[in-house]
Structures are given as C-alpha cells and as structure tokens.
C-alpha cells in the first residue's frame, strides 16, 4: 500500500516535471519562431557572393568586417566553413576569414532578442559584446601562432 | 539572469509578451516585404519550414532534458557540479557539454534558463554558449578548408577565450549586484 502511493507520487512528480518543461519550453516558443522567420530571410537575402563582395584588401579593415559580417550571419557553422574557405581563395586575409568564423557561431545579433528575453538583456549585451571582441583576438593569435609554427 | 522564483509568474507574462511582440514585428516584415518581392518571400518562408523540420528532434531533446533536469536535478546538485563551488570542475563541464551539445543554440537558451534558476553560475552559462562554437562532427570539415593545425590552434584559443569571457561577465555580475547594494 505504502510502495503503490510511492510510486504514485513518484508519477505525479514526473509528470509535473515535464509539464513544467513544457510550460518553460512553451513561452520561448514566439521567440524562437521569430528567429527562425529571420533565418529564413536571411538565408535567401544573405548571399556568399554578397558576403565575399564586401571585403577590400586591407587587413585591419577586413578583420573587423569578418567579425561584424559573421555577427549579423546565422546559421550552420558548416556554412560559415564553406564561406571562408571561398574567401580565402579570393585572396581574403586569414586574419578576416578566422574572424569571420569565429564571430559566425559566438555572436548572434539575428538570436540576441531570444537570448535577451530568455537569459536577460544584460547578460545577452555583455556576451555579445565580449564575444565580438574576442572574435577579434582569437583570429590575431590563431594566424600569428599558426605562421609561428609554419 | 532573474532567479527570483516570486516574481516567475510575472516574468513569464512579460516573456510571452516580448516573444509577441517581437514574431509580430518578423510577420510584419514579412508581410511587407511580400509586397515587393513575393517571390523570394515564399523561398524565404520555404528555408524557415526547413530550418523548424531540421531542429524539431534538437527540440524534443532540449525538452526531454528540460524535464529530465527538474525532475533528476535538484538545486542543490546543480549547485554543486555547476554552481559557486563547482571550482574548476565546473568550467571544464561546462566546457564539455558546449562542445558535445547539438543544433543551434538558440534552442538551447530555456534549459540553460532552467539550469540558471537551480544554481547554475552565470559564467558557466557563457562558457557553455561560447563552447558552441567547437563542433566535433563538423572538425574534418574545417580541417578540409583551413589545415590541421589551424583547427588545433584555434580550439585552443577558443575554450580559453571561453574561460576568460565566463570570468569577465561574472565580474560585471558582480560589479551590477554590488551596485544596486550600494544604491
């Protein structure tokens, strides 16, 4: 008798588990919708020809650019792989392709309204903003350590 | 991050509202953009239904997790393997399921959310989203387009920009709770 109510209540608290899951998952639900219509635009508008047409040469410049480039773009980190190896074949820095790459999955200007409402705004700002920053600081050590090395 | 547990019920109501607001103003968008060029707004609608059927399972599984966690997962637990005395075991956790962790990240946000609420630092919360970034599956990718020792190199770089990232934030954390104390 006693194990039956155990276990009954065992159930209920399963089950209250997942209805609470549910119901935490379900409020981020417009958000996440939000973004995803987002994504999809940005996948038919945000071209590799017209990500590749952006860059002009110089290498400061063009670090910065593929950070801020890779902040706005969203997607599989596959498709920023793809975009930079071409990049690179056009002549594009390595210090602007790595920056690119790094900022593509680190900073996500097209997710921070779903970071912002469910993580909180300033926690969403500051690791945004740090991340960007870091895109910047991690392609200048890779490509001065990797031509360290080669 | 609010943790306040008086307050969910409002916060809930202001989420959902935001949530609202913010897939209005995408429909809206939409609906404008129609106008000039409808076209690519069909292909557009088109990659979005893509992209909800790709992370369906990546959802199920947040969930499934979500439910896992608040049943399995007491405060106390996450506090101890996430929280303030989790010590360097709970960076190099975090550092592991960031990396092990699948899909986009944005489906990620409300476990994290939850995890937070049980204790989870905020740090750990960083260094979790930053970790993102390394996909194990998608390495011999990178290795096809950039070499070897460019990926080693910039692994590297990336977990610890992670670390120094998760300690920035929490100093801010704390620098905005001291102030508020002092206010």
Redesign the interface.
Same mark, same amino acid.
């Given at each position: 008798m006693a194990d039956k109510k155990i276990n009954m209540t065992n159930k209920e608290t399963i089950a209250a588990s997942f209805s609470k899951a549910l119901k935490s998952f379900g409020v981020s639900v417009p958000i996440l919708l939000g973004v995803v219509l987002l994504l999809g635009l940005f996948k038919i508008y945000i071209t590799p020809e017209l990500i590749s047409s952006i860059f002009t040469g110089n290498l400061f410049r063009d670090t910065l650019l593929g950070s801020i480039i890779g902040s706005v773009s969203a997607g599989n980190p596959i498709t920023s792989y793809i975009i930079g190896g071409e990049l690179l074949k056009e002549g594009v820095s390595l210090f602007a392709v790595t920056a690119f790459i790094a900022a593509w999955v680190t900073v996500g200007v097209i997710q921070l309204p779903a970071e912002a409402s469910i993580l909180g705004k300033r926690f969403a700002l500051t690791r945004n903003a740090l991340s960007f920053i870091f895109s910047i600081l991690v392609a200048l050590a890779t490509v001065v350590t990797l031509r360290f090395f080669t | 991050?609010?943790s306040d547990k008086k307050d969910k019920t409002g916060q809930?109501n202001k989420?959902?509202y /935001?949530?609202?607001s913010?897939?209005g103003?995408?429909?809206i968008?939409?609906i404008v953009?129609f106008f000039f060029d409808s076209e690519?707004i069909y292909?557009?609608?088109? =990659?979005?239904?893509q992209?909800?059927i790709q992370?369906l399972p990546v959802?199920v599984l947040?969930?499934?997790l979500?439910? =896992?966690?608040?049943?399995f997962l007491k405060p106390r637990i996450v506090s101890k393997h996430l929280g303030k005395e989790s010590g360097i075991k709970g960076w190099l956790l975090a550092i592991s399921i960031g990396i092990l962790s699948h899909g986009p990240? /944005?489906?990620w946000?409300?476990l994290?959310?939850?995890l937070?609420n049980q204790g989870m630092r @905020?740090g750990l919360? =960083?260094v979790f989203?930053?970790n993102? =970034?390394i996909?194990i599956p998608?390495l011999p990718?990178?290795i096809?387009?950039?070499g070897i020792?460019?990926v080693i190199?910039?692994m590297i /770089?990336?977990i610890i920009?992670s670390v120094?990232?998760g300690i920035?934030?929490e100093a801010?954390?704390h620098k @905005?709770v001291a102030r508020r104390k002092d206010a």
């Open positions: - | 991050m609010k809930r989420n959902l /935001y949530g609202f913010f897939l103003v995408v429909i968008l939409y953009l690519n292909l557009s609608l088109y =990659a979005s239904l992209i909800i992370i959802l947040v969930i499934l979500m439910g =896992a966690v608040n049943y990240i /944005y489906v946000y409300p994290l959310k939850d937070h @905020t919360v =960083a989203l930053y993102r =970034a996909k998608l990718v990178m096809f387009y950039f020792g460019f190199i910039l /770089y990336m920009a120094v990232e920035i934030i801010v954390e @905005t």
